[in-house]
Every structure is written in structure tokens, then in C-alpha cells.
């Protein structure tokens, strides 16, 4: 971490500090900022399944992510029949 961001770090207040913290070991990267505006078209998602997954319900709304848990089981299901010989 800079120099710069630790004394930003420091300026928060101490829920904020704790929030930070916790993201930056879940992930091992630091949190940044939302971007208001536009909804985009893509999405940058992390390898990792816990922190995919907590991407996913941080950036998608009920219905969307409903969407994509439906896609994924159909994809499982799929994979499952076609290596049951």
C-alpha cells in the first residue's frame, strides 16, 4: 500500500477502516470505489469462486442473478450427463 493510500486509510473512520480491511484480506486487493453512472456491458470478474461470486451479488440485481444461477445449473446438469456413460 502507498504512502498516499495509507494516509487516506487513516483519514476514515473506523467502520470504514474495518470494511477496508476485511475486503483487502478476503481478496488481497484493495477495494475501490463505485462508479456511478452508465451500467456498463462487461463486467471484470475475479478468478477466485468466493470472491466471483461476491462480485456477482455486488454488481447484479435479484433477477439477474437468479439468471445466472439457472444458466450455471443447466451448464452442471449438462456436464454431468455427458460424462455419465
Known amino acids: 500500500m502507498t504512502r498516499g493510500g495509507v ?3 487513516a483519514k476514515l473512520d473506523s467502520k470504514k477502516q474495518q470494511r477496508f480491511l476485511e475486503e483487502l484480506k478476503e481478496n ?3 477495494p475501490r470505489k463505485t462508479r456511478q453512472g452508465k451500467k456498463r456491458a ?3 470478474l ?3 469462486p468466493k470472491a466471483l461470486a461476491q462480485a456477482l ?3 447484479l440485481q435479484p433477477p439477474e442473478i ?3 444461477y439457472k444458466v450455471l445449473s443447466d451448464a452442471l446438469r449438462g456436464e454431468k450427463g455427458k460424462h455419465a456413460r
Open 7 to 9: 494516509h487516506r486509510l
Open 28 to 30: 488481497g486487493k484493495r
Open 42 to 44: 462487461r463486467i471484470t
Open 46 to 48: 475475479p478468478p477466485q
Open 57 to 59: 451479488l455486488k454488481k
Open 66 to 68: 437468479a439468471e445466472v
